[in-house]
């Protein structure tokens, strides 16, 4: 079903996309997160922007 509505798009980034990854364990935390919630590291990445197999730009 594809996403025609920008503010429905905007919605779906927000709760799927917009999280970050533990290096260590691979936790996903919440976007604002300084360290990870499993294994208390520092190391976090902000999630790839990749949505359905395509780079959402």
């Not at 970050?20 to 922007?49: F, H, M, Q, T, V």
């Amino acid at each position: 079903m594809p996403l025609n509505d920008p503010e429905l798009m905007r919605i779906v980034m927000d709760r799927k996309l917009n999280k970050k990854i533990c290096r260590r364990c691979g936790a996903i935390n919440p976007y604002r997160a300084i360290k990870c919630r499993r294994c208390k590291s520092y190391d976090l990445r902000p999630r790839k922007l990749r949505f359905g197999g395509k780079k959402i730009k």
